[in-house]
């Protein structure tokens, strides 16, 4: 059975730093696409960051226009582990952060939550002003 564990939520004041953890466990994704996504109270849940493997040892990565530049999305495969680190953040980063893996390769489909097949639980993360 698959899992996907999210770890490293929590309140933060504007302009701090967060890292997220994802634990997989069931099989690996090495060759796969993981993500990041997030849902805001009220909002629909968007799309944040995303690896793929595109060559021999070699990812792509994908950021929303909101992330770039602050976020960074890394796995280290050989902890079966993505991560998400999170800097300057801000109340608009406040959400429920979702990590996801999917059965599909490559970078057409980075962005589409629909092609994600395993989800984790979520973990908050909450930015104070």
């Known amino acids: 059975q698959v899992q996907l564990v999210e770890s490293g939520g929590g309140l933060v004041q504007a302009g701090g730093s967060l890292r997220l953890s994802c634990a997989v466990s069931?099989?690996?994704?090495?060759?796969?696409?993981m993500g990041w996504f997030r849902q805001a109270p009220g909002k629909e849940r968007e799309f944040v960051a995303a690896?793929?493997?595109?060559?021999?040892?070699?990812?792509?990565?994908h950021y929303a226009d909101s992330a770039k530049g602050r976020f960074t999305c890394s796995r280290d495969n050989a902890k079966n582990t993505l991560y998400l680190q999170m800097n300057s953040l801000q109340p608009g980063d406040t959400a429920v952060y979702y990590c996801?893996?999917?059965?599909?390769?490559?970078?057409?489909?980075?962005?589409?939550?629909?092609?994600?097949?395993?989800w984790g639980q979520g973990t908050q993360v909450t930015v104070s002003s």
């Open positions: 996801a893996a999917s059965d599909y390769s490559g970078s057409d489909f980075i962005r589409d939550q629909y092609r994600y097949n395993y």
């Open positions: 069931g099989r690996t994704f090495s060759n796969n696409i």
């Open positions: 690896t793929t493997r595109i060559g021999f040892n070699t990812y792509y990565k």
